[in-house]
Each structure stands twice: as C-alpha cells, then as structure tokens.
C-alpha cells in the first residue's frame, strides 16, 4: 500500500503549466511528501520534496494543502522532455521509498 | 562522471545461472539500495546497505544477495535464476537512510530464457 492516489494519466500541451495531483489523506505528521519521475528506460529521478510548506526549485513547485492530505506538483513549462512517470510518495519503511503506480504524462506538441 | 553506474545495461541468460549485476556511486553516499521494477512497471524495494551493512532485507527470496566490497559498491548476485526473475533492476543510493534524494542508476535488464 502505496498510500497515494495519483491519476493513471494525464495530457500537457507543451510550454504550458502541468499539474499533476495526488491524495494522501492518510498521512501522518511526520511523514514527507516526495516526487520522482521516470522517464522511459531510465531510472527514477528526484524532483521535489516538502513537509508542510510550499516549496520550488529549478525543476519544479510543490503545493501542499494546509491539511496535508493533497499535493500537487507544478511543471511551470512543460517541454516534450517532461514526458515521464511521475510518483507521489508518502510511505517511506526503514528509510526505503514505497513506489505506488504513479501518472503518466504525456507532453504533447 | 556518472554518479551511479551500472553493468550490465542488460543480461540475457538461461533458467538455473548464476548472475551478477554491479553497481557503484561516486558521490560519497552512506547508503545504496536495489530495486526491482517488473513487467506491471512496479518499482519496489528490495535490499539497503548503510556504511556496508545490510539494514533491510525485503521479502526477496535468499537465491539474491547483496555484497558490498566497500561503501562505494553494491553487487547483486542471483542464484538459481528463475523466469520470473526477469525485470529491470535498478540500483540507488542517497546520502543517508532516508530515501531522500536518492539517485537512480540507469538500470540492468535482466532477460531469464
């Protein structure tokens, strides 16, 4: 159990923002929100990751809800390159990332 | 300068070998792990070393063993292999147990005819 609801895909145009949701109202106070992407045939790649606040950084924004129990990761200007699996994690065992099944998004011309 | 590297890029033996894929991270982390990414795209966990030792051994069968020659290595050895062994397998590490800010290695494909 992954903890996260993340849609199975989703659709940019690009140069335009992507936003890409997940649920994790289980989430406990402790409990970080991370985002990795893989793009095909390659590993996963971090992206982002937060507690409570909003953060960004070069790649991307990540905006939590005040209850924690929803994110959304912002791609400002999504480009063909962007194309990729996106995960949404809350549960971390023993230090490890629990991986759900993520949102494809495809960044189309 | 990759910062995680693996080989083989990809494998394809016969039910019953024995096989080795080898990984290595130049960024001085404390911690590397192994992944398993099967057909369904399902990327899960499989083993963790922190500063050479094995600190969480997932629900693996014991044909795979992780051997760390030194903080900067991680190998994974299967015996015995099996078709449903066949999958990506990715290795990571990150700077210490946390699972934040892992780095990926670009993964072995691993083919079992």
């Known amino acids: 159990d992954a903890k996260t609801t993340q849609p199975t895909s989703m659709d940019c145009a690009e140069g335009r923002a992507a936003n890409l949701p997940c649920n994790h109202s289980?989430?406990?106070?402790?409990?970080?929100v991370y985002w990795y992407r893989q793009i095909h045939s390659q590993g996963p790649q971090y992206i982002i990751h937060?507690?409570?606040n909003n953060e960004t950084n070069e790649m991307a924004s990540l905006i939590i809800t005040e209850d924690r129990k929803s994110s959304t990761l912002i791609l400002p200007h999504a480009t063909l390159r962007d194309t990729a699996v996106y995960y949404c994690?809350?549960?971390?065992?023993?230090?490890?990332?629990?991986f759900g099944k993520g949102t494809k998004l495809s960044v189309k011309p | 300068d990759t910062a995680v590297s693996q080989t083989p890029k990809y494998l394809v033996t016969q039910m019953g070998n024995d096989k080795s894929i080898k990984c290595e991270q130049n960024l001085g982390h404390d911690t590397m792990y192994w992944y398993k990414q099967d057909s369904k795209k399902f990327l899960k966990i499989m083993f963790s070393y922190n500063n050479k030792e094995l600190i969480i051994n997932e629900t693996v069968p014991n044909r795979f063993s992780p051997k760390s020659p030194d903080k900067a290595h991680l190998n994974l050895h299967i015996n015995s292999l099996e078709l449903g062994d066949s999958a990506v397998y990715f290795c990571?590490?990150?700077?210490?147990?946390?699972?934040?800010?892992?780095?990926f290695g670009p993964g072995t494909r691993l083919t079992v005819t």
């Open positions: 990571a590490s990150s700077p210490r147990l946390g699972g934040r800010w892992s780095y």
């Open positions: 289980t989430i406990s106070g402790n409990e970080y």
């Open positions: 994690i809350v549960r971390v065992e023993s230090g490890n990332l629990i």
């Open positions: 937060g507690l409570k």
